[in-house]
């Protein structure tokens, strides 16, 4: 193992999933966790601090916090997802490479302040003048989260129909991928492009009304054989399912697991309302699911089934999705109180144990790593140094112990606790 080139030390650090008092942490040149524990002088030492590691976003749209404020009016009556992403098919028109520039670093920066330290940037807005496929608004997302200095997963989308069987209409031709081989040929140039160090590549197919199950094959088989991540949304709506179902005969998730070599590589976003035996199937295969509390109650998509996704342990991750609201705190506290409120009953999430705000604070970290396919999320040798300082004097966790402190956070506070964020060494907050 290399040799440190700096020496943490915080009052608390979380690891092994508590927090232990007065440990140091190592990072070496390459920006690396070389050592946890008695390692010699401090060259940094964070009084009133706890060290956590940095949390992992599994699932962003960066564009659409363009959208946070407006919508929520409601002159027509109810809306639902589907009013909503007329609005969104309105914003896509809107936005050329300077504003798609703008918006990136403008989510990124704000993940950073929130203490996450890695983005899986779920982007299908590909195109600024809908009749030319030229994927010319790639390239910015890369170039965003390299001068903002997050780390970040580019989940390439592929984006080719406008519902199950249908063209694509209005604000979906910025979506619009011209078939498996053009695209391919589009994400191995951005492969080539990317910051070895903070940046990776992965494959999105959209979701099955966007991608013809021929496709889908393709670009499963295309994953597989790159050795990428392949994420993809399914089953948020029944709309979705029903369509599905009336094409083919079954539900999305169900074909996936019979005709898809699903493994530890596929991530499905949402399953707000897959069947329970396709849930405990997909994760038994070692797939994940990514949860986006905070966006799904926005847009009243439904509840999840966690002890369906439970099946398998460290398969739940997180995502903050449209972006709507920035705080993973927020986001790992509202999956267990949505649950509260559906079952009335408290500790859905527990561990067998009756640990939780681990289990909660697993998914936004070692878990979303594992879904992504990084070497991050845990205070461990050999991963990145990816890192989040919290305030010990800060209000909301007045009152705490090692023991509480854990829940403390999850339960008690947000991202104004966060002071310092690290990611592979470098310091980019505080």
């Not at 690891?15 to 050592?35: K, M, N, T, Y």
């Not at 003048?129 to 970040?152: F, K, M």
């Amino acid at each position: 193992m290399n040799q440190p080139q700096q020496i943490i030390e915080a009052d608390l650090t979380y690891h092994d999933g508590r927090f232990v008092p007065h440990l140091q942490v190592g990072i070496d040149a390459e920006g690396r966790i070389s050592g946890v524990g008695k390692l010699g002088v401090a060259t940094r030492r964070m009084t009133g601090r706890a060290l956590l590691p940095g949390f992992v976003n599994v699932h962003s749209h960066a564009f659409q916090r363009a959208l946070r404020g407006f919508g929520e009016t409601f002159p027509e009556g109810q809306g639902d997802f589907w009013s909503w992403r007329e609005a969104m098919y309105k914003l896509v028109q809107r936005i050329d490479r300077a504003s798609m520039k703008r918006l990136c670093k403008l989510a990124f920066e704000e993940m950073l302040d929130a203490g996450i330290t890695t983005v899986g940037e779920f982007h299908y807005l590909h195109h600024h003048d809908p009749n030319v496929c030229d994927y010319s608004l790639d390239e910015i997302v890369l170039h965003a989260a390299a001068e903002t200095g997050i780390r970040l997963v580019m989940l390439a989308s592929y984006y080719r129909t406008g519902g199950v069987g249908a063209p694509l209409t209005g604000g979906q031709r910025h979506f619009a991928t011209n078939g498996v081989e053009d695209f391919l040929r589009q994400v191995d140039r951005l492969a080539r492009q990317v910051d070895s160090r903070t940046q990776t590549i992965g494959l999105a197919p959209h979701s099955v009304r966007a991608v013809p199950l021929a496709d889908l094959r393709e670009l499963a088989a295309a994953a597989k054989e790159r050795g990428w991540v392949c994420h993809m949304h399914v089953e948020e709506q029944r709309k979705e399912i029903e369509e599905f179902r009336a094409a083919h005969e079954v539900n999305p998730l169900n074909w996936m697991l019979d005709h898809l070599d699903v493994d530890e590589r596929y991530t499905i976003v949402h399953g707000t309302h897959s069947d329970p035996e396709d849930m405990v199937r997909f994760v038994g295969r070692g797939g994940h699911v990514c949860v986006c509390p905070l966006t799904e109650g926005n847009l009243g998509d439904g509840i999840n089934n966690p002890p369906a996704m439970s099946a398998r342990p460290g398969r739940i991750c997180v995502g903050t999705d449209s972006n709507v609201r920035l705080d993973m705190f927020e986001e790992i506290r509202w999956f267990e109180f949505v649950q509260r409120l559906h079952r009335e009953k408290r500790g859905v999430l527990r561990r067998a144990d009756g640990e939780l705000a681990g289990v909660l604070l697993d998914c936004a970290t070692i878990n979303g790593a594992s879904s992504l396919a990084l070497p991050t999320g845990r205070i461990e040798a050999g991963r990145w140094a990816d890192l989040v300082a919290v305030d010990l004097t800060h209000r909301t966790v007045e009152g705490f112990t090692a023991e509480s402190l854990a829940a403390h956070l999850v339960f008690g506070t947000g991202r104004d606790v966060i002071r310092k964020v690290c990611v592979g060494g470098r310091w980019v907050r505080g």
